[in-house]
């Protein structure tokens, strides 16, 4: 079973559309990553949350600790926002410490 | 800032060759990462460093992988002897501490003949 789970895996939206990508954890963590990959194959990190809520622009993260799950939301999609969306949770405990463990991503679709 | 930058940004081998995969990061930065994507197992860390000194090298898959950081703005890894299914992108990414936010290089495409 992989530490942390994404879902949906493919998600299709028509532009404008408020758009919500699931992750949940397994893990003990310390942090929680929202990274975006554009078909180009670059890797940009969105967001970086321990605790509560991030806003930058369009889109926030949220994450809630005692339930191991945060969500990564996006307002008026846009075509542009097509791309990979993956999770990341930095583990906290033992000798992975520090260790990164990723979603498996989701592919996001937004038709104009 | 020219952000992370990996060389090169393609390599097409043959099995058996020894393959380098380099990486600049981010100027200050004091982690440093690699990770390996492929289309079965999505992103994995390799191995990270932290201040040059390598903490975590437990997702290296195999012997055949060494990774380096002589100094803190130069790592290296490399794979010898290379093999087919060592086909990925290789990504570097640098950050300033362990649990800030990380920088990704763009990435080298490795393919193993």
């Known amino acids: 079973k992989n530490e942390v789970e994404q879902s949906p895996q493919n998600l299709t939206a028509q532009e404008g559309e408020f758009i919500t990508i699931n992750c949940s954890y397994s893990?003990?963590?310390?942090?929680l990553h929202w990274l975006q990959q554009h078909p180009g194959g670059g890797i940009v990190s969105l967001f970086m949350?321990?605790?509560g809520k991030k806003k930058h622009g369009r889109l926030i993260a949220t994450i809630n600790i005692q339930e191991k799950h945060s969500s990564l939301h996006i307002t008026a999609s846009h075509p542009r926002d097509s791309a990979v969306y993956i999770c990341?949770?930095?583990?906290?405990?033992?000798?992975?410490?520090?260790?990164?463990?990723f979603g498996r991503g989701t592919q996001l679709t937004v038709w104009p | 800032d020219a952000g992370v930058i990996q060389s090169p940004r393609h390599e097409v081998t043959e099995m058996g060759q020894e393959v380098t995969l380099r990486c600049k990061p981010i100027?200050?930065?004091?982690?440093l990462f690699w990770y390996r994507q492929t289309m079965m197992r999505g992103l994995e860390l390799l191995i990270y460093?932290?201040?040059?000194?390598?903490?975590?090298d437990s997702g290296m898959p195999e012997d055949r992988f060494s990774a380096k950081m002589p100094n803190a703005s130069f790592s290296t890894l490399k794979i010898q002897p290379s093999e087919p299914r060592d086909s990925a992108v290789y990504f570097c990414?640098?950050?300033?501490?362990?649990?800030?936010?990380?920088?990704f290089g763009a990435g080298t495409r490795l393919s193993v003949l």
């Open positions: 990414a640098s950050s300033l501490a362990e649990g800030t936010g990380s920088a």
């Open positions: 893990v003990g963590i310390s942090a």
């Open positions: 949350l321990s605790s």
């Open positions: 990341a949770v930095l583990h906290d405990r033992g000798s992975t410490l520090g260790r990164l463990y």
């Open positions: 100027s200050g930065h004091n982690s």
């Open positions: 460093f932290n201040n040059n000194v390598p903490i975590d």
